[in-house]
Nanobody
Framework: QVQLVESGGGLVQAGGSLRLSCTAS????????MGWFRQAPGKEREFIAA????????NYADSVKGRFTISRDNAKNTVYLQMNSLKPEDTAVYYC???????????????????WGQGTLVTVSS
């Protein structure tokens, strides 16, 4: 059973940066796509970013394109989300998720996922 553990959330002022990390247990990390989602208070969970198993193919939500960067270090079983130029509307609980296969596929639609982390809170003050 894989476990995903996020870290790196916190309070930051608008315009600031944070880097989230998600470390996975288990042997299959390097062979599966990974992604980040977020859920703001009173809103549904939404897709943010995904990376294929090699990290060479990425996909971003329009709302974060150009500001957030997803990357992964398969040797460390870790996927990262670098968040720059943060806005108050980025405030949410951020979750990492594992895809069932190596490609991003239907991850942006919230499909094809088989594991979730517990989430880490990001609060952006204005």
């Amino acid at each position: 059973q894989v476990q995903l553990v996020e870290s790196g959330g916190g309070l930051v002022q608008a315009g600031g940066s944070l880097r989230l990390s998600c470390t996975a247990s288990g042997r299959t990390f390097s062979s599966t796509a990974m992604g980040w989602f977020r859920q703001a208070p009173g809103k549904e969970r939404e897709f943010i970013a995904a990376a294929s198993w090699t990290g060479r193919v990425t996909n971003y939500a329009d709302s974060v394109k150009g500001r957030f960067t997803i990357s992964r270090d398969n040797a460390k079983n870790t996927v990262y989300l670098q968040m720059n130029s943060l806005k108050p509307e980025d405030t949410a609980v951020y979750y990492c998720a594992r895809a069932k296969g190596p490609a991003i596929g239907t991850m942006p639609g919230g499909d094809g996922l088989d594991a979730w982390g517990q989430g880490t809170l990001v609060t952006v003050s204005s």
